[in-house]
């Protein structure tokens, strides 16, 4: 019977059957994996709790025609509790998920694995604000993905900034003659708050004016929905600041 083993972060479950439940994973060494739980619904399930969204497990699969199957699965990281009963941090944690979730399985690799797990352990200890926490991920995993924002030099001409207007389908910062009527202005302070998150210097961040976290995180999911194509359904519940 062919099996592999493999850590993962559970992105989303899905009913099926009766007792039954789909998981779709984002794992350490093979990218993302859609798989059968059976069943896990039910109240004496060996493994269901560890099979929650959030949760970090090492899974023991064996190689199905279509879906694979979840044969043992130890936690890793219990995560899910501490991030369920914050708002804040669930509908944070929601979006973080759903982008893994959204980009191709050609984009996920060892480092986006262990970011999404970084993320979601911090979310579940309050480390730092959640939407920031979210932002951060997203800022990250775009630029694993082959998107990095153009923050110091206009994204369009490459002229060195310091710029001040944002145009996510142009890729970042642009300068006053490559922007677009109505492209949005950005203060200087927002786009340190931006460079900040991309970079995890958390001590600027949480320091930072609310008004510029609020400016750089609508910023931040714009740009990432152009770029992956796809809304992101979470990121209307996240709470602004």
């Given at each position: 019977m062919p099996t592999y083993r493999d850590e993962a972060v559970v992105l989303r479950t899905h009913k099926l059957g009766e007792a039954d439940r789909i998981v779709t994973m984002l794992s350490r060494?093979?990218?993302?994996?859609?798989?059968?739980?059976?069943?896990?619904?039910?109240?004496s399930s060996r493994f269901g709790a560890r099979l929650e969204p959030f949760m970090v497990a090492d899974v023991q699969l064996h190689i199905g025609r279509s879906l694979d199957i979840i044969?043992?699965?130890?936690?890793?990281?219990?995560?899910?509790?501490?991030?369920?009963?914050?708002?804040?941090?669930?509908?944070?944690?929601?979006?973080?998920?759903?982008?893994?979730?959204?980009?191709?399985?050609?984009?996920?690799?060892?480092?986006?694995?262990?970011?999404?797990?970084?993320?979601?352990?911090s979310l579940s200890r309050g480390e730092h604000q959640p939407r920031a926490t979210m932002d951060s991920?997203?800022?990250?995993?775009?630029?694993m993905s082959g998107w990095s924002p153009a923050l110091d030099a206009c994204a369009r001409c490459g002229a060195p900034g310091p710029h001040d207007s944002f145009v996510a389908q142009a890729g970042g910062m642009v300068c006053r003659g490559c922007a677009p009527a109505g492209a949005a202005?950005?203060?200087?302070?927002?786009v340190a708050v931006l460079a900040a998150l991309m970079r995890g210097d958390w001590d600027l961040v949480d320091a930072a004016e609310q008004r510029?976290?609020?400016?750089?995180?609508?910023?931040?999911?714009?740009?990432?929905q152009w770029h992956i194509e796809r809304g992101i359904r979470s990121l209307a519940h996240v709470e602004t600041v």
């Amino acid at each position: 019977m062919p099996t592999y083993r493999d850590e993962a972060v559970v992105l989303r479950t899905h009913k099926l059957g009766e007792a039954d439940r789909i998981v779709t994973m984002l794992s350490r060494r093979n990218g993302k994996i859609r798989a059968v739980a059976k069943g896990v619904r039910r109240t004496s399930s060996r493994f269901g709790a560890r099979l929650e969204p959030f949760m970090v497990a090492d899974v023991q699969l064996h190689i199905g025609r279509s879906l694979d199957i979840i044969q043992q699965a130890e936690s890793l990281g219990a995560y899910g509790a501490d991030i369920a009963i914050h708002y804040d941090r669930f509908t944070a944690a929601s979006a973080m998920v759903e982008t893994a979730d959204r980009l191709s399985d050609a984009e996920a690799t060892p480092q986006q694995y262990l970011l999404l797990v970084g993320g979601l352990r911090s979310l579940s200890r309050g480390e730092h604000q959640p939407r920031a926490t979210m932002d951060s991920y997203l800022l990250r995993v775009m630029a694993m993905s082959g998107w990095s924002p153009a923050l110091d030099a206009c994204a369009r001409c490459g002229a060195p900034g310091p710029h001040d207007s944002f145009v996510a389908q142009a890729g970042g910062m642009v300068c006053r003659g490559c922007a677009p009527a109505g492209a949005a202005r950005v203060t200087p302070t927002t786009v340190a708050v931006l460079a900040a998150l991309m970079r995890g210097d958390w001590d600027l961040v949480d320091a930072a004016e609310q008004r510029d976290i609020g400016a750089a995180s609508g910023l931040i999911a714009a740009y990432t929905q152009w770029h992956i194509e796809r809304g992101i359904r979470s990121l209307a519940h996240v709470e602004t600041v």
